[in-house]
């Protein structure tokens, strides 16, 4: 069982920056993938950016440029540096880990961006 939580979240205006943490622990496998997901209201979640314990990294068109994940596999936590939000980006954010033998969600970080 691997424990997921989340900080960082926050209102924010437009054209501002935040930065989500999210440290893992439990029983973690050395590859695994983590990531950032999005949930508005009324919308499905989405993925917003992943990476894999070796650092590859992947992003939804629509962050692409101004989003950047990363990892500290020392200290089991991941990052989503969000720049130049948008009202759009306004979502409940949620860590997730995958790896061998399942995944494990966090419980989310409210991010509100005013325009």
């Known amino acids: 069982q691997v424990q997921l939580v989340e900080s960082g979240g926050g209102l924010v205006q437009a054209g501002g920056s935040l930065r989500l943490s999210c440290a893992a622990s439990?029983?973690?496998?050395?590859?695994?993938?983590m990531g950032w997901y999005r949930q508005a209201p009324g919308k499905q979640r989405e993925l917003v950016a992943g990476?894999?314990?070796?650092?590859?990294?992947n992003y939804a068109d629509s962050v692409k440029g101004r989003f950047t994940i990363s990892r500290d596999n020392a200290k089991n936590t991941v990052y989503l540096q969000m720049n130049s939000l948008k009202h759009e980006d306004t979502a409940v954010y949620y860590c997730?880990?995958?790896?061998?033998?399942?995944?494990?969600w966090g419980q989310g970080t409210q991010v509100t961006v005013s325009s």
């Open positions: 997730n880990i995958h790896q061998p033998l399942g995944g494990s």
């Open positions: 439990g029983s973690i496998f050395s590859i695994n993938i």
């Open positions: 990476i894999t314990s070796g650092g590859v990294t």
